[in-house]
């Protein structure tokens, strides 16, 4: 087993890897100041927790596609013993965003929620994002082993819906900048490759057994 | 009568450190502004700084600092929307300071005008009479906003010298075209030069103002030097940067955001709290360098608050069509 492997396995491992791209915007703002950071520091973390979630939803997504396509590869089956932390993990930086944009958009001042939840349900670009969280959530929320056995047959249909949230999320990334930003490709682009080969495997698989 | 002379070891005022500098200077600072220093005398001995004519300026009492609360030199120039350098806001200062030369330059006056002009920066700022200081709001589509204490001269006294037509009725503004030391330029990530263009009454409004300096300095590269202009009651993507052509023309020029994307940046782009941009509001805004770092946000005025000095401008024309 190599190191890398043996790191992957290792539940700490992932926590440590999950964890820290939330405390980065620390560093810009805190440990050594950037002064485009700091000219709007808020919607640098937001941008951040934004990032950190499509990249996390791209990377969980991709853990299926590397299990099919290369089964007996120790990575693939190091971090496919991940799948609900990391999973959970994208939840939560999405929420985290959610709530950083509440914050900036109302500046703590409260009677503006109704306005800001106005925006966020009558702009496409913001519903879009709005609408991938919610999937996020209830993903979430059926993601204990209790809910598993509860829904039972139904679960599997259910957490397919992450792929309608990670296409929802990568149109709320393109939209969020004047220009369509590359990042998006960077991001989701790997998993489209991978998820294109993995049903061509799929199909050939099928096809052998018949 | 007491005549008090200088002792040898007295200084003048001008000289003593401010109690706010002094307070807010830490060991970082001060490495900081020592390095600028060292790299400020490098770029003079090489006679790369932009326009320096009629430093300092005045303060026009119409537009004073005292009136509105100046963001830091700092964040104006650390955090720019200046596409030739990059799209990210950190970007332009690093890109534009790299090989770009802001000086010499020459601006070309054309078009429908009895007196086309092609002179150096400096000239033009004797030329219009010198200039003086503007304290302005500056406010971005993407909803943040800064205020400037910006150097420079009203546009008008530009469009005087150069005696328009009668058959003139828009001016229209070109920027730079140097994709070896722009690299967005090169990227091609806007159609290039950029391109801005005012109605002419619009360019004869008092506000209207081409920049020089900031903060009693020339106007840094990445800010738009050596010249730009200035539109505190539109968008802050009219006030297009590193001039070199100002045409007088009979049609509505196409200005560069409006072609990339119609549906969502038009001509006019006057700051208006009550007509959203398509992906966000334009209800409120973010401070800049606010100091609290949740409570940073304000609502828009309308015109950005120029309403007085503009809103005659426009008496008849549907905004919400002409955004």
Redesign the interface.
């Known amino acids: 087993m190599g190191l890398l492997e043996k790191l992957l396995r290792s539940k700490v491992v992932v926590w440590i890897l999950l964890v820290l791209p939330g405390l980065w915007p620390l560093w810009p703002i805190f440990g050594w100041p950037?002064?485009?950071?700091?000219?709007?520091?808020?919607?640098f973390v937001l941008h951040h927790l934004g990032f950190t979630a499509c990249i996390l939803l791209a990377v969980v997504l991709a853990f299926t596609p590397l299990r099919v396509l290369w089964p007996k590869w120790g990575i693939s089956q190091a971090v496919n013993r991940h799948r609900r932390l990391v999973g959970v993990a994208a939840f939560v930086y999405a929420a985290l965003h959610l709530a950083t944009h509440v914050?900036?958009?109302?500046?703590?001042?409260w009677s503006?929620l109704g306005?800001v939840f106005q925006?966020a349900t009558t702009?496409?670009?913001?519903l879009v994002g709005l609408i991938a969280f919610t999937i996020l959530l209830a993903l979430a929320v059926t993601s204990p082993t209790f809910m598993l056995r509860l829904l039972g047959k139904h679960w599997k249909p259910l957490h397919r819906l992450a792929y309608v949230a990670a296409a929802l999320a990568a149109y709320h990334q393109a939209?969020a900048?004047?220009?369509f930003p590359m990042q998006v490709v960077w991001i989701f682009g790997p998993l489209i490759l991978l998820e294109i080969a993995r049903v061509l495997r799929q199909r050939q698989n099928a096809a052998g057994k018949s | 009568m007491f005549i008090r002379t200088k002792k040898d070891w007295e200084l003048p005022e001008s000289a003593v450190t401010s109690e706010q500098a002094y307070r807010t200077h830490n060991r970082r600072d001060f490495l900081k502004a020592v390095g600028l220093g060292a790299a400020g005398a490098a770029l003079a001995s090489r006679g790369l700084l932009a326009a320096t004519g009629g430093l300092p300026a005045k303060e026009n009492p119409a537009f004073p600092a005292s009136a509105l609360n100046p963001t830091a030199e700092?964040?104006i120039?650390?955090?720019n929307n200046f596409?030739e350098f990059g799209?990210a806001?950190?970007q332009p200062?690093v890109l534009a300071n790299r090989d770009w030369k802001t000086e010499p330059w020459t601006v070309e006056v054309t078009g429908l005008v009895d007196k086309p002009l092609k002179l150096d920066v400096n000239d033009l700022i004797k030329q219009a009479g010198g200039i003086e200081e503007r304290v302005y709001r500056h406010r971005c589509v993407?909803a943040?906003s800064m205020v400037v204490p910006w150097d420079g001269f009203p546009l008008a006294k530009l469009v005087a010298l150069a005696a328009p037509k009668s058959t003139a009725k828009f001016v229209k503004f070109t920027s730079f075209l140097d994709p070896k030391s722009a690299p967005g330029q090169s990227s091609g990530?806007?159609d290039y030069p950029y391109v801005e263009g005012l109605r002419i009454d619009e360019a004869m409004n008092e506000l209207a103002f081409i920049a020089t300096g900031i903060y009693g300095k020339p106007i840094p590269n990445q800010n738009g030097a050596p010249l730009r202009l200035v539109t505190p009651w539109k968008y802050g993507f009219k006030g297009i940067k590193s001039i070199v052509k100002i045409e007088f023309t009979g049609n509505e020029p196409i200005n560069t955001w409006k072609q990339m994307?119609g549906s969502e940046y038009g001509f006019y782009a006057n700051v208006n709290p009550n007509v959203?941009h398509?992906?966000?509001?334009q209800?409120?805004e973010?401070i800049?360098?606010s100091t609290s770092?949740?409570?940073?946000?304000?609502p828009t005025l309308m015109f950005n608050g120029y309403e007085k000095q503009v809103a005659s401008l426009y008496t008849g024309l549907d905004l919400r069509r002409n955004y």
């Open positions: 950037d002064s485009s950071v700091l000219a709007d520091p808020l919607k914050v900036y958009e109302t500046g703590l001042d503006q306005h925006v702009k496409p670009f913001q939209a900048r004047k220009l | 700092e964040f120039t650390s955090y596409y799209t806001k950190e200062k993407e943040w990530n806007l994307q959203d398509p992906r966000w509001s209800a409120s973010q800049i360098g770092l949740l409570r940073s946000r304000q």
